[in-house]
């Protein structure tokens, strides 16, 4: 295994509007300190709710800065070339450099990516304008051609190139506009939510194809970004859990998912609805309150005004993060403290 | 069908079309259904399956090109006057997908509330428009006093999907017709809606018709489940006999579909 993209300590925010230095203005601290690794040919698996920083992160990830969105702290590396994020002084905006990044080392599938479709236009001329700003040189022809090539490698019926947006379902809008955004075979795809606006069914083939786009070997690795945890179970290797903007747990997706360390991984598994679950007739237990704004975010542990275990200690230091198992930490006062529970003994297990 | 007591609403061959000659789709095509007093049924079905269609139907917001609405054994399809359509939503109310774009931005969560009671006849005193407005409030869980002075970006997605159902509440509906109130809020915020509508059903007896395309969702809250394909209801009954041993392959494949949390890519 070896080492796709790393995320050390970025901590950012979104400045609000005001007058004086850009230190001092009050900024929306929406991600703290977070710290992240995906290996080669891996899918990591983002998972947190509204507000909790995760499409941040993913903009971070993907190269994408813009104001008022600044990084203070921290730095990204994908396949060992840095990922420009403007520098703590304002450095001036690396637009060029990022251009050459997105789409050749990272490039980005959003929510909304279907809506990048141009609906006067015809899918192969979307193609052509998005490969002739990365190749200057390329023509209509090898543009449409390429594209082809690698719908027929996916299985992708190719007629839909000839077609206008309007003529295609959201489903297979998401997947074109997926496979548009790996022609250029980026080392790591950042999914953000790319299935939340779609059916189970079509959620289902938007998932198959990304599997298919790292087997076919088109890119080397995948975050993905969601609230839903059946995805993240189907997809991710990995899980890291967000909330208010820190990372509370990280670790192989059938640990934290089932043997979830940290209070708040263990309120989003108990408040999630599946099928098999035989919660029919069966009330689900929920999160009481709802999440802290990140203007002036609760001191320590960001979840500690919500949390059911929380102690003393937990508002006034930001908890450690402490291994409870192999290659699965959280970052947890009550987990630290409490080594006969069920994260103290999953910590002697991998010891 | 006989009428029988317990059936608050009866579709009979509704239909539904948009469009002309060759390229005309029937949305709604011949959906016949009973909805009964104080239960909670889901419509389930893909994106353009016709659930939302349906849904506006029934909220007598658009016409259907055939068939007929029985609202308490009463034909109201052809009543659709300002003043009979208002007298029909006060006793049925609608919660939609989007609590940011059906969210007036410009009110607060008083106007917005307050505005709705005009559908009562005859109108409420000041007194009684608070009263009431701070009950169904209460009702979602909301702290009146925190939240009626709150504008729209003021809030979280969950906070203003639960304004929006109180928004339905306020006039005391016999029916709660919620399409999709859930897809864009949060996981945890998710549960503590379908807690809420399970509720509202045991409490007050209120019928609510949920449409949804997660059959998961569909199945903890409901007991009634239809099953909507291209516009024409394949299959309806109990929900524990469908989840059991569902019939039409369509529902099948739509079970088979849900991600659950055993499965892997």
């Known amino acids: 295994m070896s080492l796709l993209l790393e995320a050390r300590h970025v901590t950012a925010g979104y400045v609000l509007e005001g ?32 507000g909790c920083g995760k499409s941040t992160l993913a903009t971070i990830l993907a190269g994408v800065v813009r104001p008022p969105l600044r990084v203070t702290a921290g730095e990204v590396w994908i396949a060992g070339q840095e990922v420009p994020l403007e520098g703590p002084a304002g450095a ?20 909304g990516a279907m809506n990048a479709l141009n609906p006067t236009l015809g899918v192969q001329d979307f193609v052509y304008d998005v490969l002739r700003s990365h190749i200057p040189e390329i023509t209509r022809q090898e543009a449409v051609e390429r594209a082809k090539e690698r719908m027929e490698r996916l299985g992708l019926p190719p007629r839909v190139l000839g077609a206008y947006p309007h003529q295609l379902s959201g489903g297979m809008k998401q997947r074109v506009v997926a496979v548009v955004s790996t ?18 069914t079509s959620q289902r083939m938007l998932l198959a ?49 089932f043997t979830p360390s940290h209070p708040y991984t263990q309120a989003l598994m108990h408040a999630t609805i599946v099928l098999e679950k035989g919660t029919r007739r069966q009330r689900i237990k929920t999160v009481g309150g709802a999440p802290p704004e990140l203007v002036t975010p609760p001191p320590g542990c960001r979840f500690h005004p919500r949390c059911p275990v929380a102690m003393p200690i937990c508002s006034q230091a930001v908890p450690p993060t402490v291994p409870v198992g192999e290659r699965h930490e959280a970052a947890c006062w009550y987990v630290a403290g409490d080594p006969s529970g069920e994260a103290g003994a999953a910590g002697h297990a991998a010891q | 069908m006989p009428h029988s007591d317990s059936v608050l609403i009866e579709t ?41 269609t349906l849904a ?22 052809g009543k659709s006057s300002l003043r009979e359509l208002r007298q029909y939503w006060r006793k049925v109310q609608a919660v939609f997908q989007d609590p940011f774009s059906s969210f007036n931005q410009f009110l607060t969560v008083r106007k917005l509330l307050e ?8 109108s409420l005193d000041p007194e009684a428009r608070e009263a009431r407005v701070r009950w169904a409030l209460e009702q979602v869980a909301l702290n009146p006093d925190a939240i009626l002075g709150k504008l729209s970006h003021e809030m979280s997605g969950g906070e203003r999907q639960r304004v929006m159902i109180a928004r339905a509440l306020v006039v005391r509906p016999l029916v709660l017709v919620a399409d999709e109130p859930t897809t864009m809020v949060d996981a945890s915020s998710r549960a503590s809606i379908l807690n809420l509508l399970l509720d509202l059903r045991d409490e007050f007896g209120m019928t609510i018709l949920f449409i949804t ?26 929900v524990e006999k469908i989840t059991e041993s569902p019939e039409h392959p369509y529902t099948r494949q739509l079970f088979a579909d849900a991600f659950s949390m055993s499965e892997r890519g």
């Open chain 2, 213 to 238: 395309h997660d059959v998961s969702l569909a199945t903890y809250v409901s007991d009634t489940l239809f099953v909507m394909q291209h516009g024409r209801l394949v299959e309806s009954g109990p």
């Open chain 1, 19 to 50: 007058t004086g230095p850009i230190e001092t203005r009050p900024t929306i601290q929406a991600v703290a300190d977070v710290s992240l690794e995906l290996q080669e040919g891996d899918v990591l698996g983002i998972a947190g709710e509204s």
């Open chain 1, 92 to 111: 001036p905006s690396k637009g060029r450099q990022s251009a050459d990044l997105l789409g050749r080392v990272v490039a980005m599938l959003p929510q």
């Open chain 2, 56 to 77: 506006r139907l029934l909220l007598r917001l658009l016409q259907p090109t055939a068939g007929q609405i029985l609202f308490e054994g009463v034909d109201v399809t």
């Open chain 2, 115 to 122: 505005r709705v009671l005009g559908l009562e006849t005859p």
């Open chain 1, 183 to 200: 022609l250029l075979n980026p080392d790591v795809l950042v999914a953000d939510e790319p299935t939340s606006a779609l059916d189970v």
């Open chain 2, 12 to 52: 009979r061959h509704l239909t539904r079309t948009f469009g002309q000659g060759a390229r005309q789709v029937r949305a709604v095509d011949d959906v016949s259904l009973c909805l009964r007093r104080g239960e909670i049924a889901s419509v389930v079905g893909e994106s353009g399956s016709g659930k939302s």
């Open chain 1, 209 to 257: 194809l990304l599997l298919n786009f790292l087997e076919q070997r088109i890119i080397r690795g995948i975050v993905f970004i969601t609230h839903e945890l059946p995805l993240l179970r189907y997809i991710a290797r990995r899980v890291a859990v967000m909330y208010a903007g820190q990372l509370v747990e990280v670790g192989p997706t059938d640990r934290v998912l």
